[in-house]
């Protein structure tokens, strides 16, 4: 509970759209590259169909359940569902200007065209109707509106039409409305021929062709007009946990309703009639707030794909090809290199196949004898996964952590789980109530005591992350790996998966912080004692970077070791819900945020501990969720030379960065830092070409 005044912490949503106006804003930067630009729309979008799925489902729900309940930040739910609401609306029209009026006519200046049907001339017509009738056509299927065709529940963020029809169909029915909903095994945007485009690459919207072609549904009938909508629904799944015997089966029972829940918003196309809009509003039980009117594609998610169909390297990002780890030579097994000294890996600067060849390697080695991990995300194709059942066709004893309650991957960890079952593995779902997010490898070996021992002892060997086990990430997402044969860290390790496996009392740990029992009283703790030396009169430090600050009680301490003289540097990529910068409450505190070609996800914790330097790498936000509900885990970096690159690769360049970062205001909004009088630095760019040189 925040001890801190009114007025201390900011409201998350708003928290939320703040940083995706920053992703936006890579958007409209001329200095990122054309077809970059266009992803960063889409990734927007993708954001705000979470934020509109999660968050504003959850105020709604809120809303309904508790009318008089306050936010965090003080305001009534009404206030700040109205408030959030109007700031998107805001948003979203910024978004679709900067799309039509920005970043469509470079794109055509580089070749790349969107053919609307309206700009069609008659060769490209009659090719554009070939394919709606051989391609599109046939897998439609129009659903009148009448009394004996109600309106068709509609699939969450699926694509729809509604047809405006007039006249008599074939039964003497007047004809009024019709809904089309586009299959999602159709192709949002084909590509038209070069000859007939005129462009290098000239595209059709899916929506282009029901504009165009859509009266071929309907013969006989007239068709007035055709507009495209899509709502998007609350996305969060219950499971009871008082009820539950089989979390699987439970799961795998609630997973179709997800396409089902409560609608929370309407998208329609701009030029919808007010009658029709009304019409599915009243369809939807939504009210005239929730719809919002664009100009252009309902779901620019699918746009994403348009980069990967263009041969333009110049309008993209250079390739990056991630450093090899220096400390792995080839040839030699890596758990030698490992036994000698910590490895730390530092993705996607590094690459991530260390992790993969290691698990490989651990799954034919026949000293090898037991291999656990935990698996939050790893995708629908995935070495990992498949290394794992190698290991346990190869008799090897595999026990596997599978969080089925992973958002929006609980399917395929569903499927995982069957398969690694399929396979001889162990699997488990860890604490009923606490997903586990933390992310671990364990791998126990027999190998003789010595160099001509014939004694034989079992030694252990972990990989403990900041991010997911999951290859394509790991070439997106900044995270820290370390790869360590300490015993007491390898022990702790062990421990953290008896308790997810098994049942056991409180176990104290040598070095790992876990959530829920230690990690929010250790950070208490450290943040504490930097204040105790700052009125010792001492030098006094806390750095730390994360995706998200929000723990009230996290902040409440930061507070105080501001006011206690603790100078506190935060890189925080998303949502803060701390102030900085206020005059006797957080003078001291420093707030930046990266947004760049990588998504920072790197969790780092810095104390100076009066000149000891502590640091830790975490999977944990400082979110309740993180430090009360989760199986989390923070491990140290013992190794001074290691512990000296993650101050360096993670904090110390972030805060060198004066020219992409963004720098918090006290009223939780961000000015980008520019210097015009310095050499600018980007941090991101600078790692690149600090690891392209070594």
């Known amino acids: 509970m925040s001890t801190s005044p009114p007025g201390t912490l900011l409201n998350r949503e708003l928290g939320i759209l703040e940083f995706n106006a920053r992703v936006l804003a890579q958007a409209a930067d001329p200095a990122v590259p054309l077809l970059e630009r266009l992803k960063f729309v889409c990734i927007v979008s993708s954001n705000l169909d979470e934020f509109f799925e999660i968050r504003m489902a959850g105020l709604k729900e809120q809303m309904r359940d508790n009318p008089a309940g306050i936010t965090p930040d003080g305001l009534s739910l009404q206030q700040a569902y109205e408030i959030v609401t109007e700031r998107v609306q805001q948003f979203v029209a910024l978004q679709y200007d900067m799309l039509q009026n920005v970043i469509f006519p470079l794109l055509e200046k580089e070749g790349v065209f969107f053919h609307l049907a309206s700009t069609w001339n008659e060769a490209q017509r009659e090719w554009a109707r070939g394919f709606f009738l051989r391609e599109l056509g046939p897998v439609l299927t129009p659903i009148a509106l009448d009394p004996a065709h109600p309106f068709p529940r509609v699939l969450n963020k699926s694509l729809n039409f509604v047809i405006e029809l007039s006249g008599k169909d074939a039964f003497g029915r007047e004809a009024d409305l019709a809904i089309v909903q586009a299959p999602r095994a159709l192709p949002r ?57 089989d979390l699987r089966e439970a799961l795998q029972g609630e997973l179709p309703t997800r396409h089902f829940g409560d609608t929370v ?31 252009g594609p309902v779901n620019l998610v699918r746009l994403m794909q348009i980069p990967d169909l263009i041969d333009r390297p110049a309008l993209k990002y ?125 791998m126990v070996r027999r190998e003789p005591e010595g160099a001509k021992s014939k004694q034989f002892k079992l030694r252990r060997y972990a990989h403990l992350g900041t991010g997911n086990y999951h290859p394509r990430t790991a070439r997106l997402y900044t995270d820290f790996g370390l790869l360590t044969a300490n015993e007491q860290i390898c022990e702790d390790v062990q421990h953290v998966f008896q308790l997810l496996t098994g049942t056991a009392g409180t176990i104290r740990l040598n070095h790992l912080w876990q959530s829920p029992f230690t990690m929010q009283s250790k950070l208490v703790e450290h943040i504490r004692a930097e204040a105790r030396n700052a009125r010792a009169g001492k030098r006094s430090h806390v750095m730390a970077k994360m995706n998200a600050l929000l723990e009230p009680s996290i902040i409440d301490e930061l507070y105080k070791a501001s006011r206690a003289g603790v100078k506190i540097d935060l890189i925080i990529r998303g949502v803060c819900a701390l102030r900085p910068g206020v005059p006797g409450l957080s003078e001291n505190i420093s707030v930046r945020s990266i947004v760049g070609r990588f998504l920072e996800h790197h969790r780092v914790y810095y104390f100076l501990a009066d000149g000891a330097e502590v640091v830790y790498l975490s999977s944990a936000d400082w979110m309740d969720r993180n430090l009360f509900r989760r199986v989390e885990v923070a491990f140290p970096v013992l190794d001074k030379a290691l512990k000296a690159r993650v101050i360096k690769e993670s904090l110390r360049v972030h805060l060198r960065d004066n020219a992409s970062a963004w720098i918090m205001q006290p009223d939780g909004t961000y000015l980008r830092k520019h210097t015009k009088s310095q050499q600018p630095h980007v941090s991101q760019n600078d790692l690149l070409a600090m690891f392209a040189g070594n």
């Open 189 to 245: 945007m084909v590509r038209m021929p070069v000859e007939l485009s005129g462009y290098p690459y000239g595209f059709v919207l899916l929506s282009s062709f029901m504009q165009g072609f859509v009266h071929e549904l309907f013969p006989a009938i007239k068709v007035n007009g055709c507009y495209q909508f899509r709502v998007t629904r609350n996305s969060d799944l219950f499971v009871s946990e008082d009820d539950i015997t």
């Open 265 to 295: 918003r309407l998208e329609i196309s701009s030029d919808t009639p007010p009658a029709i809009a009304r019409r599915l509003l009243l369809e939807s039980g939504l009210g005239e707030q929730d719809v919002y009117r664009v100009s």
């Open 318 to 442: 250079p390739p990056h090809v991630p450093a090899p780890v220096k400390a792995f030579t080839p040839g030699v097994p890596m758990f030698d290199a490992i036994r000698q000294q910590d490895v730390l890996l530092h993705h996607p600067y590094e690459s991530f196949s260390s992790v993969l060849d290691l698990l490989q390697q651990a799954a034919v080695d026949p000293a090898v004898v037991a291999i656990k991990q935990t698996v939050y995300r790893t995708g629908n194709e995935s070495p990992v996964m498949e290394a794992l059942m190698t290991a346990a066709r190869n008799g090897k004893e595999v026990t596997v952590v599978v969080e089925l309650l992973a958002r929006f991957d609980e399917e395929t960890n569903i499927n995982w789980a069957e398969r690694l079952e399929s396979a001889g593995a162990h699997v488990v779902y860890g604490v009923v109530g606490h997903k586990c997010h933390a992310k671990m490898l364990l």
